[in-house]
């Protein structure tokens, strides 16, 4: 796999979490995310992170909680990590 491919399928990513990327490029992220464990972690991290946005019953969060919350969720780590 080529790295490039992670950063081609990063800049569709939001699109594919709002569940408005194509069906092309929906598919081409689920194949890409069969052979990349690092795209796969991060999606599922993300993915986690949007819903429970959507679950709050307010959408702002006092800047201390969101960073509780990004660290709960290990993501963090990843965006320091690269
Ligand atoms: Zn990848």
């Known amino acids: ?6 950063e081609h399928l990063l800049d569709d990513l939001s ?3 709002d569940g408005e990327a194509s069906e092309e490029v ?3 992220i689920e194949r890409h995310l069969a052979d990349c464990e690092n795209c796969r972690v991060m999606v599922d991290t993300l ?3 949007v819903l429970l946005y959507h679950e709050l019953p307010q959408p702002e969060l006092p800047e201390d909680a969101r960073q ?3 660290q709960s969720l290990d993501l963090e780590a ?3 990590a690269k």
């Open 78 to 80: 990843y965006l320091t």
């Open 1 to 6: 796999m080529k790295p490039e491919t992670c």
């Open 68 to 70: 509780r919350l990004y």
């Open 26 to 28: 929906c598919a081409e």
């Open 47 to 49: 993915h986690k992170t």
């Open 15 to 17: 699109d594919f979490l």
